[in-house]
């Protein structure tokens, strides 16, 4: 006797569907179905199987939900504080003051869940994040249901929550011993950036996240006085040095690269280490252009993240994929560079390459994840419609995110969040604000 197949536990049925591998494809007449928190199905709507639910979605464009690929969630609460200021000046004179004022477990609780609800709302699904007190960060990604890389930080001096390297390495093993197995949340080791970390602490680091298999998360050449102080004192560029530490390779992610010289291109493309881009945060900190398109060219994994809230000053992953794409024409000089369908590649797929989740997101094929993000495309600002990717990265705002899933749970329906209360999100952010400026 044949085995009966169980209804899909939901179809879906938009407009347009880009499945953004194959690369380029846009399909109507489409439908997507999940199953178990899985896409299970995917073809023309009229040879769609059985489901125990249909979704017609009208002038929406389903792809996979975006990844945020670098950021400080918590430092949300740090919106605005200290704007129009060089890199070093902002962090030295204002932003490490104040974290070592307010961040604490209270804090990084409140301010992770703004930031996923933020990035939620503007159709991210996955995001990575680079902030004290990880534990808790980690409980709130767990609680609202969005899929996250948590990289602990590791500095060569004391932080929130950690007093030494080495406590915060103790801290990295047994959350990752806790966390192996969770089916949304992945921990990653996060040394800070060449100068704020030493050989010793990187080689200790190397040997532990060889023997976890765990990712690295860093920022690396993010300004040219900071690769210039490092030829000065030590004789060799910090991507050269990361390499005779051995810590280049695929399970990197380098993070800024807005100074990438022949020999750094050689070594990227070598070690097959991705790079995070983020261009708005380097744009409003003057920290220079990382040369998107020379990398993709090359072959070099090109992801794309946002930064903290406090440098950004938002977490519009849309919004920064339309900036990197005008960016890349400009900085390459070619009006071809980085079109609209790579662009939101390297905002969904380049993004689950660059965090290792590849195999499980990022595109949407057959046994993935059901991430996904349902973008309205009925609007003024996108008529006529000649091309739905290029509408979407050219004309089309956050604001456009109607329904979000991460694992086949809809997290975002018709712009309200199902498991978050954003009024009261909102109120919580207002009454940090005011402590913050003293006013409480």
């Known amino acids: 006797m044949p085995t009966s197949v169980a209804p899909l536990d939901l179809l879906l049925v938009p407009t347009w569907l880009v499945p953004v591998e194959p690369a380029g494809v846009v399909l109507e007449g489409h439908a997507l179905g999940l199953r178990d928190g899985l896409i299970a199905w995917l073809g023309p709507r009229e040879r769609a199987p059985a489901a125990l639910q249909v979704r017609e979605l009208h002038d929406c464009l389903l792809c996979p939900g975006l990844i945020n690929a670098h950021g400080h969630a918590a430092m949300s609460l740090f919106r605005g504080l200290a704007d129009d200021l060089p890199l070093m000046t902002w962090l030295r004179e204002h932003i490490w003051p104040a974290e070592g004022r307010w961040v604490d477990p209270g804090f990084v609780r409140d301010g992770t869940d703004l930031a996923i609800a933020e990035q939620l709302k503007g159709g991210i699904t996955c995001f990575a994040d680079m902030y004290f007190f990880p534990r808790e960060a980690c409980e709130q990604v767990e609680q609202s249901g969005i899929r996250a890389q948590v990289a602990v930080p590791l500095l060569d001096f004391p932080i929130p929550g950690a007093a030494t390297a080495d406590d915060a390495l103790h801290q990295a093993i047994e959350l990752f011993g806790e966390l192996r197995h969770h089916p949304r949340i992945t921990i990653a080791l996060g040394p800070h950036a060449p100068y704020t970390v030493g050989d010793e602490t990187l080689e200790k680091i190397r040997v532990i996240a060889d023997q976890l298999d765990a990712p690295l998360h860093m920022h690396i050449h993010e300004t040219a006085s900071e690769v ?149 495309l009925s609007g003024l600002a996108q008529q006529p419609v000649h091309d739905p990717v290029s509408q979407l990265i050219y004309a089309t705002s956050r604001d456009c995110a ?39």
């Not at 694992?407 to 712009?415: F, I, M, V």
């Open 402 to 440: 109607q329904h979000v899933w991460v694992a086949g749970e809809q997290l975002l329906e018709e712009r309200r969040l199902t498991r978050m209360d954003e009024a009261a999100l909102t109120a919580m952010a207002r009454a940090w604000g005011a402590r913050i400026a003293g006013k409480e």
């Open 228 to 376: 210039e102080q490092a030829v000065a004192e030590h004789g060799e560029r910090p991507l050269a040095r990361l390499a005779r530490l051995g810590l280049l390779g695929p399970s990197l992610q380098a993070v800024h690269m807005t100074q990438i010289s022949d020999e750094d291109l050689a070594l990227l493309v070598e070690s097959n280490t991705s790079v995070i881009h983020c261009p708005e945060s380097n744009l409003k900190l003057a920290s220079g252009f990382c040369p998107v398109e020379r990398l993709w060219q090359a072959g070099v994994n090109v992801a794309i993240g946002t930064d903290g809230a406090a440098s950004n000053n938002d977490l519009d992953l849309l919004g920064e994929t339309r900036t990197a794409a005008l960016l890349a024409k400009a900085v390459a000089g070619s009006a071809s560079a980085l079109d609209a369908h790579r662009a939101l590649r390297m905002a969904t797929l380049n993004g689950a390459r660059a965090l290792g989740l590849d195999a499980q997101i990022g595109s949407l094929e057959l046994g993935k994840a059901a991430d996904l993000v349902a973008f309205d």
